[in-house]
């Protein structure tokens, strides 16, 4: 069962890392990860691009690499209280969206509104999903957030109904694949700080940026040597 403190710190998180983007003058903030390991944060990883198959990459690389007991995925999307695309009548297809959002003005006519959408998966199989709309009002670019994401709102999937959506079962089965040395390299580390580093500094030589939560002075010193751009910051 995912635990609510975890989907609350994920809420909070997300919301944290969307006004810093804005006042850093960014329109929409780069898929990530918040990464946990016995109840405790150990990395964030902000993944080079918006592609699924990517993201899910990097959620199996970090679940074994880190041996991860739960994790988040965040990423900014569309959604709409419209059941059918308003535009054509028909039931909603993949990117359609995203095209109403680019091509016909769809956030000003109510057809969908932009949404922080933020999944959490543990090593049990549970996977919570939840779609966090938002709206950036006015010239100061206030943001405003449709509710507060309390975890009554999540949807929650236990271990059988993940196969209702195909994200979150992709996600699922990325954290249920083997973790440690058998997924990453056969001359992977076993000491758990030279693994942490040695999972970090593979991610950032893919472009990747990665954060240490729990790392030394002298571990962070090791992962800036590989690190193709700076540590993220989250403010």
């Not at 695309?85 to 000003?108: C, F, Q, V, Y």
Request: charged share 25%.
């Amino acid at each position: 069962m995912l635990q609510s403190e975890f989907m609350h710190s994920l809420v909070k998180t997300g919301q944290k890392t969307k006004a810093w983007s804005l006042k850093r003058g960014e329109p929409s903030i780069a898929p990530f990860i918040v990464i946990e390991r016995g109840g405790e944060p150990i990395s964030q990883v902000v993944v080079r691009q918006h592609q699924r198959d990517m993201i899910l990459g990097v959620v199996s690389f970090c679940a074994a690499g880190f041996d991860a007991d739960r994790m988040g995925v965040l990423f900014e999307t569309y959604g709409s209280t419209h059941r059918r695309n308003p535009l054509t009548g028909r039931d909603w297809d993949a990117g359609d969206m995203d095209e109403l959002a680019s091509k016909h003005d769809g956030i000003t006519k109510g057809w969908v509104h932009e949404a922080l959408t933020i999944l959490a998966v543990n090593r049990a199989g549970d996977v919570g999903m939840l779609q966090l709309p938002f709206r950036i009002v006015g010239i100061k670019q206030h943001l405003s957030w449709a509710h507060d994401g309390d975890p009554s709102k999540w949807e929650t999937l236990g271990e059988a109904d993940a196969v209702t959506g195909m994200m979150p079962r992709a996600l699922r089965d990325c954290m249920l694949a083997p973790s440690g040395s058998q997924l990453v390299s056969p001359d992977f580390p076993l000491d758990r700080d030279e693994r942490d580093i040695a999972t970090a500094q593979a991610l950032t030589r893919r472009g990747h940026g990665v954060m240490l939560l729990t790392a030394s002075d002298d571990m962070q010193r090791q992962l800036k040597l590989t690190q193709i751009g700076k540590i993220i910051d989250f403010g």
